[in-house]
């Protein structure tokens, strides 16, 4: 039996459906100050795995430690077939910060999204969220760990990425949602509603995270897209839920 305070834990040896139990492969220990938290999950090609999530204070996996900015700080951490190790990045301001998806490129580079509030420093890249207090964001980084780009997604109010998935050209997908607007520039999406109800919205980024487009749904009350999944013609599958009425629109 494995028994860890914190933990992040995978289960890498699946036995059949029928069989009376199951034991766990191996459990990693994410350990630090408190407030620590696994939030997504990335299975890769070569058998690892990245991780990613939030922490306060200090936090300590395997060697590698980091200090927090104040607030909860975001986190991620390469582990290869072995559970070892291979890096890990952490990210923070000092208000909240969060990852909330992550993908892995055709190319073997990991993409992640997720959202901070005024500002948030990604390696030598400062994110700022514009006239609006909370902004989006999606970066991309080598399978070492290092930032290629990240680029910030504001709008005006209530804003969340839900899923992520990079297609087989390299491209990368993304939705979730929003409530007034939301700037993927040059896209510009807007709901056109200033009650507090939210829309759902699907964009697609080329490899160095441009826009190269962006779709709304919603009409009335609210309208969220929670999950997001890649068919094997690289066709696009949105999942959510709506109140009263809503829209699909071209």
Same mark, same amino acid.
């Given at each position: 039996?494995?028994?860890?305070?914190?933990?992040?834990?995978?289960?890498?040896?699946?036995?059949?459906?029928?069989?009376?139990?199951?034991?766990?492969?191996?459990?990693?220990?994410?350990?630090?100050?408190?407030?620590?938290?696994?939030?997504?999950?990335?299975?890769?090609?070569?058998?690892?795995?990245?991780?990613?999530?939030?922490?306060?204070?200090?936090?300590?996996?395997?060697?590698?430690?980091?200090?927090?900015?104040?607030?909860?700080?975001?986190?991620?951490?390469?582990?290869?077939?072995?559970?070892?190790?291979?890096?890990?990045?952490?990210?923070?301001?000092?208000?909240?910060?969060?990852?909330?998806?992550?993908?892995?490129?055709?190319?073997?580079?990991?993409?992640?999204?997720?959202?901070?509030?005024?500002?948030?420093?990604?390696?030598?890249?400062?994110?700022?969220?514009?006239?609006?207090?909370?902004?989006?964001?999606?970066?991309?980084?080598?399978?070492?760990?290092?930032?290629?780009?990240?680029?910030?997604?504001?709008?005006?109010?209530?804003?969340?990425?839900?899923? &992520?998935?990079?297609?087989? *050209?390299?491209? @990368? #997908? /993304? %939705? $979730?949602? !929003?409530?007034?607007?939301?700037?993927? =520039?040059?896209?510009?999406?807007?709901?056109?509603?200033?009650?507090?109800?939210?829309?759902?919205?699907?964009?697609?980024?080329?490899?160095?995270?441009?826009?190269?487009?962006?779709?709304?749904?919603?009409?009335?009350?609210?309208?969220?897209?929670?999950? &997001?999944?890649?068919?094997? *013609?690289?066709? @696009? #599958? /949105? %999942? $959510?839920? !709506?109140?009263?009425?809503?829209?699909? =629109?071209?």
């Amino acid at each position: 039996m494995k028994r860890l305070r914190k933990a992040l834990w995978a289960v890498i040896s699946i036995l059949p459906l029928a069989a009376a139990a199951q034991s766990w492969s191996w459990a990693v220990p994410v350990d630090g100050s408190g407030g620590e938290s696994c939030a997504v999950l990335q299975a890769l090609e070569n058998g690892g795995v990245v991780a990613g999530g939030a922490f306060s204070g200090n936090l300590e996996v395997q060697g590698w430690e980091a200090q927090g900015l104040g607030g909860d700080d975001l986190y991620l951490l390469s582990l290869d077939a072995g559970q070892q190790l291979r890096w890990a990045l952490a990210a923070g301001s000092p208000q909240d910060d969060e990852v909330s998806a992550l993908a892995e490129l055709p190319d073997g580079d990991i993409a992640f999204a997720g959202a901070f509030w005024f500002s948030l420093q990604l390696a030598d890249t400062l994110l700022t969220s514009g006239n609006n207090p909370r902004g989006l964001f999606v970066a991309r980084l080598s399978p070492e760990g290092q930032l290629r780009w990240a680029r910030s997604i504001p709008g005006i109010g209530l804003k969340n990425i839900t899923g &992520l998935v990079a297609r087989s *050209d390299g491209s @990368l #997908a /993304l %939705g $979730g949602y !929003f409530e007034q607007n939301l700037n993927l =520039e040059p896209a510009f999406l807007d709901s056109g509603r200033d009650d507090g109800s939210t829309f759902a919205f699907i964009a697609a980024l080329d490899g160095a995270g441009n826009t190269l487009w962006a779709r709304p749904a919603g009409h009335s009350n609210d309208t969220r897209a929670n999950a &997001l999944a890649l068919l094997p *013609d690289d066709a @696009l #599958a /949105l %999942g $959510g839920f !709506f109140n009263d009425t809503t829209r699909f =629109e071209e």
